[in-house]
């Protein structure tokens, strides 16, 4: 007999504390699981993929209102317009004869333009880290803000360091990037930064 009453007693007392041994709440629901590594883990894809202008998964990743479009449309309007030249097409035609100056000397070849476009700058490994919670603000809603932070270095300057927030919102069972903006180095001692910079302020 008192057994049994130990035991109501016990049951009684997760009950009123809203625990389960399923995971659920008392309420039946499931308890949501931390979203922080997958955030972080899209947040740093998505900054990677950018990077390395790898169009289709950085536009996969980002929501329809970020991107203004399809995932075809994104990519479509971030990919080089026209291939890089081959070798074949890069080289002068049999037929293609250089102008000559008058002490017999030809003019060096200009460069030709590519997909590639300028000189392009290297960028360093992408961080993720100060994940927080983040209000709707305009029309992005509520979601997870990523601080995002890589280095920046063009052929015969210093290496600059660049932050970037990123707001994560749940779309169709994924998280997808939904607003990004820049992170001044003059924000980073200020509170949070990630929300400042993804409230508009």
Same mark, same amino acid.
């Given at each position: 007999m008192k057994r049994a009453a130990?035991?109501? !007693?016990?049951?009684?007392?997760?009950a009123l504390a809203g625990c389960s041994s399923d995971g659920k709440d008392e309420g039946g629901s499931k308890t949501p699981a931390d979203p922080t590594d997958t955030v972080v883990k899209v947040a740093r894809s998505y900054q990677e993929a950018k990077n390395r202008q790898d169009w289709r998964p950085w536009?996969?990743?980002?929501?329809?209102?970020?991107?203004?479009?399809?995932v075809a449309e994104c990519v479509a309007e971030n990919a080089p317009s026209s291939?890089?030249?081959?070798?074949?097409?890069?080289?002068?035609?049999p037929d293609y004869s250089p102008p000559t100056y008058a002490d017999g000397s030809t003019p060096t070849p200009r460069a030709r333009p590519s997909s590639?476009?300028?000189?392009?700058?290297?960028?360093?490994?992408?961080?993720a880290?100060?994940?927080?919670?983040?209000p709707a603000a305009e029309d992005h809603p509520a979601g997870?803000?990523?601080? !995002?932070t890589y280095t920046v270095k063009w052929p015969g300057k210093e290496a600059t360091t660049t932050r970037r927030a990123l707001r994560l919102v749940?779309?169709?069972?994924?998280?997808l990037v939904d607003q990004h903006e820049d992170v001044q180095a003059g924000d980073m001692g200020h509170g949070s930064p990630v929300r400042t910079a993804l409230s508009g302020g």
């Open positions: 130990a035991v109501l !007693i016990t049951v009684g007392a997760l536009c996969e990743m980002s929501t329809a209102r970020l991107r203004g479009g399809t291939p890089s030249p081959t070798p074949e097409e890069s080289s002068p035609s590639s476009g300028p000189e392009r700058a290297d960028t360093g490994p992408v961080s880290s100060d994940v927080v919670e983040v997870y803000g990523v601080l !995002i749940r779309d169709g069972g994924a998280w």
